[in-house]
C-alpha cells in the first residue's frame, strides 16, 4: 500500500478528508512535468555533475507558492564549465514558469 493509499484509506475509516495533501501532490507533478520539459531526456550536463532537485518538490508537498530548490552536484574538482551549467539551469526553471529559490 502506498503513502495515498494509507491517506484514503485513513480517510475512509474515519469519514475525514484531507484534499490539501492531495493537492499538494498534484502540484508536485505538475512542476516536475514542467522541469522535465526543460531538461528532458537529453545529456545537458558534463558527466561529472547531477542537478539535485529537493526542498518541496522533494517532499512532494507543493503549493501555489512553492519554489525550485536546487543544487549542482560535482563529483570531483570545479571548473568554469560548472558556472555556465548553473546559468543554464537557472535559465530553464525561469523558462518553466516556476518560482526561483529564495535568497536564503
Do not use: Y
Not at 495515498?4 to 480517510?11: G, P, R, T, Y
Not at 475512509?12 to 498534484?26: L, V
Not at 543544487?71 to 516556476?98: F, Y
Amino acid at each position: 500500500m502506498g503513502f495515498f493509499d494509507s491517506i484514503e484509506d485513513f480517510e475512509s475509516k474515519n469519514h475525514k478528508s484531507w484534499t490539501n495533501i492531495f493537492d499538494a501532490a498534484k502540484l508536485t507533478i505538475d512542476n516536475l512535468d514542467k522541469i522535465c520539459e526543460q531538461f528532458g531526456r537529453t545529456k545537458l550536463f558534463s558527466s561529472d555533475v547531477d542537478l539535485v532537485i529537493f526542498g518541496s518538490i522533494a517532499r512532494g508537498e507543493c503549493t501555489t507558492g512553492s519554489d525550485v530548490d536546487w543544487t549542482l552536484l560535482v563529483d570531483g574538482q570545479a571548473n568554469p564549465e560548472h558556472r555556465s551549467t548553473a546559468h543554464l539551469i537557472e535559465e530553464r526553471i525561469i523558462q518553466s514558469r516556476l518560482a526561483q529559490p529564495g535568497a536564503t
